[in-house]
């Protein structure tokens, strides 16, 4: 009877093992657990695009456009995009338990904490990365303030130089996330 | 010796004959009924459980492989927007249809052998073409973010005294 159990045990993990390990490495972060702070926020950015909508998306990306075919180059291989960004109008309304909820994740395997600011003007930023040997396997920012908690969680390759030249361009309007920089001192840059 | 006791034991019998008898007699067959021997083990068939159950897994592995790769096409997360006022873009605009190549008129004989040149952009359905528009305009918005605060730390860190910055590693 053991034998008669244990074979259908054995085929079943031969079938998922590939799967459980593939989920091991998976760099993208479950920020479910944030839903609930869209309700205190006054202002919520939420972003999810999966390999599906990436691959659909990036077809609409132009070569002719500089910016977008910046962008183009620089989501090549990206499997997903995820952002849950949050801001408050008082102090306090996220707890700490939301923020370990978070990193709890970046302390899983594979993850390294490249990063980590803390700053009384501009809160923690964090920016971990995802490394499968040598290769970013995905990019995670966490930036908690006592207003704002932003989670930007990149699935797949992505080269960090590319990302943040993306700065003041896209032909987005600033969101107003971080102060203006002085324009005086960026000219000087 | 009367030869017709070999034949039918008639007649006097050989005292020879009568001697090998009696030695050989011991052995003659005796009738008794068939008895099968308890310590003889019984044939076992052979069991197709084993094959069976891994058939059945595979198949049920299969099954709820499909289901699930159904429900997760079905139940893709929609894209939901931001509400950010974007200017309108300069430039050509972003356009999904094919690019229309002049038909040659039938009459022609010659026929042009240079290679359509096709358009970067498959045909999508209206609901996709809107979900991407919807996507990339997401795209664009999460890249901003990213890149603000990766430049907000990078200004942090090169403000920062050094012993401030906790657990900088070198990657690459």
Known sequence: MKIL?????????????????????????????????????????????????????????????ADEKKVKELVNGVKGIYVKSFEFEHDAEFSAADVETIRAQLRGPGWTRLVGVASKKDGNLEVYLLLNGEKVGGLAVLHTDDRELTVVNIVGPVSLDKLAELDGQLGIPDLGIEPQKPKAKKEEQ | MNEDYLWDKSGEPDPEIQQLEEILGTLRYQPKPFEVPGNVPAPRRRSYFPLVAIAATLLVALLAGGIWLRVRTRHEPRPQYVQVPTPPVEGKPITSEPEKMPAPPKEHVAVNRVPRKRSSLPALSKREREEALAAKQQLMI????????LNLIHRRTQSTPANQIKNQHRVG
């Open chain 1, 5 to 65: 159990l244990r074979t259908p045990l054995i085929a079943l993990l031969l079938i998922f093992a590939p799967a459980i390990v593939t989920k091991a490495q998976d760099s993208r972060i479950q920020l479910s657990s944030l839903d609930h702070l869209a309700a205190k926020a006054s202002r919520t950015i939420e972003v999810n695009i999966d390999e599906r909508l990436m691959r659909i998306t990036t077809r609409f990306l132009s070569d002719d456009d």
């Open chain 2, 142 to 149: 999460a890249l901003r973010l990213a890149s603000e605060k």
